[in-house]
């Protein structure tokens, strides 16, 4: 598409461009970076490689080590204009597996977190399985072991869109088991999921057209006072940005925009 931006890749904060060198937008309380870029390759397809063959008899070791610390999950929300499309306090729930199979219904999103990993998303389709993309294919496997020790919970009230009916949501998703590599049309396993449930193309890689507007807002909420907001051409590339927040965690999101805009932003938790 003539129109479309290239795409780059940058590393942190320090790499990308703002409209004032302090990073902040007078008519607005808190600091704003516009950004036409995504900041790394996601995503969990390439981080969790030892979920290539979903062995039972290894998944424990590595999420006992880092269990999920939701103290350090970053509180966000995105705005298409002026509307609210996806909002997420901190504290949800989690589950472990065996939990939350007695909670699912078919069409349910689910997302399973650990410390330092990406989020990693799927479609419940019933009979205890899922449905999700994985190292660049969409697979159909148990939710206990796509879980592969980590809490899980539904998500389905996080994205602000109206939900399809749960039989189209499955069938979405059932449609598109086997499909790989260049047969794909989304980025990452949210990507995939959100659009199981919701149907939307903005989903899909090169579903909206960037055409230099920057329409997207990524409001990150480190206390009621303290916010900074990122501004996307695309759902794409805010969701790209928010899931590598997600991966790094609160506390390392912080330092990146105090180091980068040489701005208070408190990294003592008590302190929030």
């Given amino acids: 598409m003539g129109n479309q931006v290239e795409k780059l890749t940058h590393l942190n904060y320090a790499e990308v461009p703002t409209s004032d060198p302090n990073g902040f937008d007078p008519d607005d309380e808190g600091p704003r970076i516009g950004v036409s870029y995504i900041f790394s390759n996601d995503d969990d397809d390439d981080q969790d490689d030892h979920l290539d063959h979903f062995s039972s008899d290894s998944h424990t070791v590595n999420h006992e080590e880092k269990p999920f610390d939701p103290q350090d999950e970053l509180e966000c929300a995105i705005y298409y204009r002026e509307e609210s499309v996806y909002e997420r306090s901190s504290g949800a729930a989690t589950h472990s597996a065996e939990s939350l199979?007695?909670?699912?219904?078919?069409?349910?999103?689910?997302?399973?977190?650990?410390?330092?990993?990406?989020?990693?998303?799927?479609?419940?389709?019933?009979?205890?399985?899922?449905?999700?993309?994985?190292?660049?294919?969409?697979?159909?496997?148990?939710?206990?072991?796509?879980?592969?020790?980590?809490?899980?919970?539904?998500?389905?009230?996080?994205?602000?869109?109206?939900?399809?009916?749960?039989?189209?949501?499955?069938?979405?998703?059932?449609?598109h088991v086997g499909s790989r590599d260049q047969e794909l049309y989304w980025r990452n396993s949210e990507c995939f999921a959100a659009w199981c449930r919701f149907g939307k193309r903005e989903f899909k890689i090169g579903g909206e057209i960037r055409i230099g507007k920057q329409p997207y807002r990524l409001k990150l909420l480190f206390s009621e006072k303290k916010n900074h907001v990122l501004e996307f051409q695309s759902l794409e590339d805010v969701i790209m940005e928010k899931r590598r927040n997600d991966q790094i965690g609160k506390d390392a999101v912080m330092q990146e925009l105090a180091n980068h805009l040489n701005v208070f932003l408190p990294t003592d938790r008590n302190s929030l």
């Fill in 101 to 175: 199979l007695n909670k699912c219904r078919p069409g349910d999103l689910l997302e399973f977190v650990a410390t330092g990993q990406y989020p990693h998303w799927a479609v419940y389709v019933g009979d205890f399985q899922v449905v999700h993309l994985h190292r660049a294919e969409i697979k159909n496997n148990f939710l206990a072991d796509v879980s592969q020790g980590k809490k899980g919970r539904i998500v389905n009230g996080l994205y602000r869109y109206r939900a399809l009916p749960p039989e189209v949501i499955v069938r979405n998703a059932l449609d």
